[in-house]
């Protein structure tokens, strides 16, 4: 009897030990493996008349997209060594005559570059009655909103969001997305037959975009050189660039500036009738550097 009192008492303690632990643990909490760190990406596209060379910067990264101006034009390259970036994009329009710049730049809130200064542009006759809009283009900016940074592309006389201030901005133009501006900035008038940038033809070209999530899309389409006249017209850049998942987007200087660096490694536009690589310097660029 006493043995069998013995054996209840003993199940009876370690029923209550089970329900102690099932009542109060802590349940257990799947391990989820680190999401790998946001960082740059190059990758390159073949299309029906070009390549595709394409940098993506995710949002939140840990790099930055800023403009940066030579006092005296410079290769990708030179702007790379100088200011230890990862990436460089050539960006904005000059004047290879006189090498003053028909873009505007703006650095840490500094007005750098002013296309009213260039005497070339201001004084040429042809281009008298465009002034009003070669003046007011497309830039792409970086606000300062708290402190938080955000890119935008803007006409030059678009005020900043409220809250914000302008911190960068590089001109060049005309806007891609989300619609084409030949007319409104002036590179086409089709009354008097003109077309700045031989919008409808193909050619090395350069263009900068934003997705929907504030990530950022550097892309510069290089001719072939087997068939040195290719390339991408305006309106197809467009499409590339909503194909790439920008939804806003913009043209920079083409021909023969269109040039990309990253990561050591240097891709040209351009390139002669025996297909080789046509190297001009530039005046102004985006730069990707890290924080």
Avoid at 28 to 44: C, G, L, V
Wanted: with cysteine; proline share 7%.
């Amino acid at each position: 009897m006493r043995k069998i009192k013995l054996l209840a008492l003993i199940l009876i303690s370690l029923a209550m030990v089970l329900w102690f632990n099932l009542r109060f643990s802590t349940p257990s909490i799947p391990t989820i493996a680190a999401s790998p760190a946001k960082t740059i990406r190059y990758f390159d596209r073949t299309l029906p008349q070009g390549i595709a060379h394409i940098v993506l910067i995710p949002v939140n990264s840990k790099f930055l997209v800023t403009p940066a101006l030579s006092q005296k034009v410079a290769t990708v390259e030179e702007f790379a060594q100088k200011h230890q970036a990862v990436a460089i994009l050539n960006a904005g329009f000059f004047d290879p005559v006189n090498q003053k710049t028909t873009s505007y730049v703006v650095r840490q809130g500094k007005l750098i570059a002013d296309p009213k200064q260039n005497e070339r542009l201001v004084n040429n006759p042809n281009l008298k009655s465009y002034l009003g809009q070669i003046f007011n283009r497309t830039e792409f900016r970086r606000y300062l909103c708290g402190q938080t940074s955000r890119y935008s592309i803007a006409q030059h006389n678009q005020s900043p969001p409220a809250g914000c201030q302008l911190v960068d901005a590089i001109g060049a133009g005309p806007r891609l997305l989300p619609e084409l501006t030949l007319e409104k900035e002036g590179f086409v008038d089709n009354a008097n037959k003109r077309d700045a940038l031989g919008s409808n033809q193909p050619n090395a070209r350069t263009a900068v975009g934003i997705t929907p999530d504030g990530s950022v899309i550097l892309v510069m389409v290089a001719q072939k050189p087997s068939a040195p006249a290719n390339g991408i017209s305006l309106p197809a850049l467009a499409d590339l660039m909503k194909t790439l998942g920008a939804d806003r987007a913009m043209n920079l200087d083409g021909g023969s500036s269109s040039s990309l660096y990253y990561n050591g490694k240097t891709f040209y536009g351009k390139v002669d009738l025996e297909g080789n690589s046509i190297k001009r310097p530039v005046k102004s660029v985006l730069l990707v550097q890290k924080r």
